[in-house]
């Protein structure tokens, strides 16, 4: 073997080395309802503490799982609901939190509202900024109908965090599975 094909061998064997060791690993994977429904966690969300989803979650609506980046600003929420969403009633769903989000959240502006398919399944997705007392908020919320009850998914961030996250929580709404 001639000294330069030594050397290209050296140089794939190093490269292939290094994409291997330095591969991201893979995200955590989240799930609810015994395993039946999972995603895909951005690196470094972690759980975010009760009184922190209190505050900013401070009615009785509030969800029950939030992970979040370390200071919470950028955080995922998702919870089942008492509220059974058939796939054929999404579409009516999706326009009575419309109306009602219209009404009654300040400053909101909507960037899509439609109704996708994720996961096999028909879901109304709603993504908005909205005007909060300290701050501007950036909002992606999914929800479905899943055994009789309501899943839903808050993808939210500050405006100012947004960009640094956006494409990592789109990634976690593309991770959607539903057994």
């Given at each position: 073997?001639?000294?330069?094909?030594?050397?290209?061998?050296?140089?794939?064997?190093?490269?292939?080395?290094?994409?291997l060791?330095?591969?991201?690993?893979?995200?955590?994977?989240?799930?609810?309802?015994?395993?039946?429904?999972?995603?895909?966690?951005?690196?470094?969300?972690?759980?975010?503490?009760q009184?922190?989803?209190?505050?900013?979650?401070?009615?009785?609506?509030?969800p029950?799982?939030?992970?979040?980046?370390?200071?919470?600003?950028?955080?995922?929420a998702?919870?089942?609901?008492?509220?059974?969403?058939?796939?054929?009633?999404i579409?009516?769903?999706?326009?009575?939190?419309?109306?009602?989000?219209?009404?009654?959240?300040?400053?909101?502006?909507?960037?899509?509202?439609?109704?996708?398919?994720?996961?096999g399944?028909?879901?109304?997705?709603?993504?908005?900024?909205?005007?909060?007392?300290?701050?501007?908020?950036?909002?992606?919320?999914?929800?479905?109908?899943?055994?009789?009850?309501?899943?839903?998914?808050?993808?939210?961030?500050?405006?100012?965090?947004?960009?640094?996250?956006?494409?990592?929580l789109?990634?976690?709404?593309?991770?959607?599975?539903?057994?």
């Amino acid at each position: 073997m001639g000294q330069t094909m030594k050397k290209t061998l050296v140089h794939i064997i190093s490269l292939t080395a290094v994409l291997l060791f330095s591969a991201p690993l893979s995200a955590e994977v989240i799930t609810l309802d015994a395993g039946a429904i999972s995603f895909e966690a951005p690196e470094g969300f972690k759980p975010v503490s009760q009184e922190i989803i209190d505050l900013k979650y401070p009615s009785s609506r509030a969800p029950k799982y939030v992970i979040g980046n370390e200071s919470a600003a950028t955080t995922i929420a998702y919870d089942l609901k008492p509220h059974n969403i058939p796939q054929e009633k999404i579409d009516e769903a999706r326009g009575a939190f419309t109306e009602m989000f219209s009404r009654m959240i300040p400053g909101l502006q909507w960037k899509e509202n439609k109704t996708i398919t994720l996961a096999g399944q028909k879901w109304g997705y709603l993504e908005m900024t909205t005007t909060a007392v300290d701050t501007d908020i950036y909002n992606i919320m999914l929800f479905t109908g899943h055994k009789g009850q309501m899943l839903v998914f808050n993808f939210n961030s500050t405006k100012e965090q947004f960009p640094k996250y956006e494409q990592s929580l789109r990634t976690a709404v593309e991770s959607i599975q539903i057994k």
